[in-house]
């Protein structure tokens, strides 16, 4: 089987693309992952990021690219048909912020794609506790890496808002983790805070489990959120 991860860009691709957008803006484009996937079907494309080397590096590749932060947007009113988020919103310290700045900016829709769990099964409650751990040493390490957003807590910037129409799906390929690349990353986090004790023991306790359990790989949201006509 294909890597999951493949299967819900491709998903997503699929759903950015079905609005035939003339114009897309990708917020946190990082490597610009996301938009080599559309390179070629839309006539403008741009990314947005807050890390000048990663702007830097997209414009060498023929991208069009600003540095900025999702909270600030330095673009009109309007300016694009679509704004895109893709594996971004759990890197935004003020997700609200972001989102209505990406509705001011957006001609039609809204696009996002971020991890998901379906913390009513055992195996991804183990995940999404591995997760949680992996996220508080990143955090001491100064990165904005938040715990990942339920469509509700997506949603509620603009959930009272009447200007505005929104669709999603959660999806979930039921797909085992590997336990012992588990311990091997967990081994390379746990050097990064000098071994903490507390830190070993969550640890632990979540290898555990997953041996107990099992740990399978997280879904993924997928939503539209797009402007009434």
């Known amino acids: 089987m294909a890597d ?32 080599k996937t559309v390179a070629g079907e839309v006539g403008r494309l741009v990314g947005l990021d807050p890390d000048a080397d990663a702007v830097s590096n997209l414009k060498l590749e023929g991208f069009e690219a600003a540095l900025g932060s999702a909270e600030r947007l330095p673009f009109k009113d309007s300016e694009f048909d679509v ?23 957006a001609r039609h829709s ?27 040493i990143d ?50 986090y746990l050097a990064k805070v000098d071994n903490d004790p507390a830190l070993k023991r969550a640890f632990d306790e979540i290898v555990a489990r997953a041996h107990r359990d099992g740990m399978s790989n997280e879904g993924c949201i ?3 959120i797009e402007m009434r006509q």
């Open 139 to 188: 955090r001491r390490g100064g990165m904005v890496h938040l715990d990942t957003l339920s469509p509700g807590e997506l949603l509620a910037p603009v959930i009272a808002r009447r200007d505005v129409t929104f669709d999603y799906v959660c999806r979930r390929i039921a797909d085992a983790q590997n336990i012992e690349e588990t311990m091997k990353l967990g081994a390379e």
């Open 222 to 224: 997928q939503m539209t």
């Open 4 to 35: 999951v991860f493949d299967i819900y860009r491709d998903e997503f691709r699929s759903r950015v693309l079905g609005g035939r957008p003339r114009s897309t803006l990708e917020v946190g484009s990082g490597n610009g992952a996301f938009l």
């Open 83 to 105: 704004v895109v988020f893709s594996f971004a919103p759990h890197h935004i310290a003020d997700w609200a912020t972001a989102l209505c700045e990406a509705l001011r900016v």
């Open 110 to 136: 809204v696009e996002i794609l971020d991890v998901w769990y379906d913390d009513t099964v055992a195996d991804q409650r183990t995940a999404l506790d591995y997760d949680r751990w992996l996220k508080a």
